[in-house]
């Protein structure tokens, strides 16, 4: 303990706890993926009257470890002809939007690795990252689908980053900040979906849906028509790297949505911390609904949707929002 | 325009009505070799000897032999003997070549004493070709003792 004490003295307090941060979002960030693998095959067995995996541990619960000591032990397959460079960023780059967007959440009042003021701009900026790692990673696997997969995805990317960014800002308005804490603490008077932004909300959702690859926006992993797009030559690690950033992103997806319309971890009785999850959670199964009812949707019709309604009606929205808050 | 989307929405949500009830139903997987289920009775599994029903003791086989005749595929062959003090043939052996046997039923039909039944005997297995010989006397005799 004495030791700890004399390092955080020398290192400052800030980077202390920017440090100790850092490895529990690490924690998170793996923890999540491995019960979001196990609740997504639960769900989709239920969903579908199946069980569900249940024969490794009770209720099937060592499965996620399983499922990763079979990916660590599995060879990394280097196909011939694939831009090398490349081909080995793009999982270590897919990676890094997923950590520094789990900086700025606030989880409870004070868990929170570092407010920034500006900490919507963060998560937004680095979340485009992502669908960098994806282009290069189709681009330097040398294939067909890979490289479909990938451009559909930065198209996709593209129409479904406005209606988002644009969901979000009315959100800040009425907030007056951009510092996610400062939005929960503002929601004390009432979440911001009760309060004129419901159809902000639904934009939002739906847009999150879409820049998280899942059903029904899934075009760029489309299974019946592409493999598995951006990451079909990618096994072992590198694949499970992609696997854990796509859960991570479904995760952060969610708690942006928690945060700046459903109160993020304000609530009675229980601690704030709780109050996150369960609304976090709630999202991702209700994301994971989504994948069990709707068909996947055609590309003109993805992009039509976009353009046409989501992002006329978030301008209208944010239109209205600022006109009467000037008021 | 407006009433697309309204209409769309409406039935995305009577969609997430149908899957979240599928989701609170009891599931229907059957845990196969740890559980199984009930053997319809119309299942076609090879074919047994039923007992007679004025003497449990026995087949009602008389061995006229029509089951051996009618068999399309001649997986059938029927032995029988004539005991002393008795009229009737009585059934010795009844091989049946489960091998070639297409379920096809024309013994079941053609028995002139409805000796003959299905079994609901659906997951025979074996390595040799020579298990499926089956004696069905044998069969019936075990199924008695037991």
Not at chain 2, 61 to 85: F, L, T, Y
Request: glycine share 6%; charged share 20%; net charge positive.
């Amino acid at each position: 303990m004495c030791d700890l004490a004399a390092i955080i003295n020398i290192i400052g307090k800030e980077t202390a706890r920017l440090i100790l941060g850092l490895i529990g979002v690490l924690i998170v960030v793996v923890v999540n993926a491995l019960v979001l693998t196990w609740v997504e095959r639960k769900v989709s067995g239920h969903m579908q009257k199946r069980i569900g995996p249940k024969e490794v541990g009770p209720y099937g619960l060592i499965q996620p470890f399983a499922d990763g000591l079979k990916l660590l032990g599995k060879e990394l397959l280097t196909p011939a002809n694939v831009d090398k460079p490349l081909y080995y960023l793009a999982p270590v780059i897919v990676f890094i939007p997923v950590l520094v967007s789990f900086i700025v959440i606030p989880f409870d009042g004070f868990l929170q690795v570092k407010d920034i003021n500006v900490g919507i701009l963060v998560i937004l900026a680095f979340s485009s990252l992502s669908v960098l790692s994806i282009l290069i990673a189709g681009w330097g696997s040398n294939n067909k689908y890979s490289l479909i997969g990938a451009t559909r995805s930065v198209a996709q990317n593209i129409a479904y980053e406005i209606p988002l960014l644009l969901s979000l800002l009315p959100v800040a308005f009425m907030a007056n900040s951009l510092s996610l804490r400062d939005i929960v603490e503002v929601q004390r008077q009432g979440w911001f979906v009760w309060r004129w932004q419901f159809f902000a909300f639904l934009i939002y959702f739906i847009a999150a849906t879409a820049e998280t690859n899942r059903t029904p926006f899934d075009l760029p992993e489309a299974e019946s028509e592409l493999v598995a797009g951006f990451h079909t030559e990618y096994s072992g690690m590198r694949f499970a790297l992609f696997f854990l950033a796509e859960y991570t992103n479904i995760f952060i997806a969610s708690a942006i949505a928690t945060t700046f319309f459903l109160g993020g971890y304000l609530g009675p009785v229980l601690p704030g911390i709780v109050w996150f999850f369960i609304k976090t959670y709630f999202l991702v199964f209700v994301i994971m609904w989504f994948r069990w009812t709707f068909p996947r949707v055609r590309f003109d019709q993805l992009l039509n949707f976009s353009w046409k309604i989501l992002i006329p009606v978030a301008f209208a929205n944010l239109i209205l929002t600022g006109g009467i808050l000037k008021l | 325009m407006v009433k697309d989307v309204i209409i769309g929405a409406i039935s995305l949500i009577k969609g997430m009505g149908v899957t979240i009830k599928a989701f609170f139903s009891p599931v229907v997987t059957v845990q196969y070799p740890r559980e199984t289920i009930n053997i319809t009775p119309r299942f076609r599994g090879h074919t047994k000897l039923v007992a007679d029903p004025e003497d449990p003791e026995k087949t009602s086989c008389i061995v006229c032999g029509m089951c051996e005749r009618n068999c399309p595929s001649n997986s059938i062959k029927v032995e029988g003997e004539k005991k002393e003090g008795e009229k009737k043939k009585t059934l010795k052996r009844y091989i049946l070549n489960f091998t070639t046997c297409s379920h096809c039923g024309l013994c079941v039909e053609t028995c002139p004493v409805d000796a003959l039944a299905f079994s609901a005997d659906y997951n025979p297995a074996d390595f040799k070709k020579e298990t499926f010989y089956y004696d069905l006397m044998l069969e019936f005799e075990k199924r008695k003792k037991r």
